[in-house]
């Protein structure tokens, strides 16, 4: 999966663990150029569906660093 935000664009895998699907970053680009993963965001995210849509949890870090941001919540479909 390729998720892209102004120039940056990450690659994730998606597994699936216990019903959650889990998003790891496992490639990088700025402007379309490949970047080092040790260089670039590192996002994990987990998604569960429930009876009234999606629980989500997201931690975005980068190396050096540590966490920048991090949020849950539930998603509603309209």
Avoid: C, Q
């Amino acid at each position: 999966l390729v998720e892209s935000a102004g120039p940056l664009s990450l690659g994730f895998d998606v597994a699936v663990d216990e019903g959650n699907m889990l998003f790891t970053t496992r490639r990088a680009w700025v402007f379309g150029l490949p970047i080092p993963l040790g260089l670039a965001p590192n996002v994990r995210a987990a998604v569960k569906a429930d009876e009234l849509g999606w629980w989500l949890s997201v931690d975005v870090a980068v190396r050096g660093i540590g966490s920048l941001l991090g949020y849950e919540g539930h998603v509603t479909p309209e």
